[in-house]
């Protein structure tokens, strides 16, 4: 069973940056994509990126390419999300997610998931 502890949220001032991390454990994942999204009150649940975790590849939703940064370190079988020059609209509690095959930009596609991490950006 595949379980996912999200950390490293927090209060952050607009322009400021945090570091998500997201410890996997429970199996290999070899075969499997990771990913992060994001959910604001009232809003659904939003891609932001994804990465293969035997390649490396990586997708990002548009509006976070270049401000965000996915990555893993499969010795520690960790998953992180770098995010630079936050905005108060970045304001959202942040999951990671695992599914086994390709990276999809729909959250129902991840059979796997964190509890959440609350990010706030304050402006």
């Known amino acids: ?9 927090g209060l952050v001032q607009a322009g400021g940056s945090l570091r998500l991390s997201c410890a996997a454990s429970g ?36 509006s ?13 079988n960790k998953l992180y999300l770098r995010m630079n020059s936050l905005k108060p609209e ?4 942040y999951y990671c997610a695992a599914r086994d095959g390709a990276i999809m930009v729909l959250p129902e596609m991840y059979a796997s998931w964190g509890q959440g991490t609350q990010v706030t950006v304050s402006s």
């Open 64 to 76: 976070m390419k270049g401000r965000f940064t996915i990555s893993r370190d499969n010795a520690k």
């Open 90 to 93: 970045d304001t959202a509690v």
């Open 27 to 62: 199996r290999t994942f070899d075969d499997y994509a990771m990913g992060w999204f994001r959910q604001a009150p009232g809003r659904d649940r939003d891609f932001v990126a994804g990465i293969s975790w035997e390649d490396g590849s990586t997708y990002y939703d548009d």
């Open 1 to 9: 069973q595949v379980q996912l502890v999200e950390s490293g949220g």
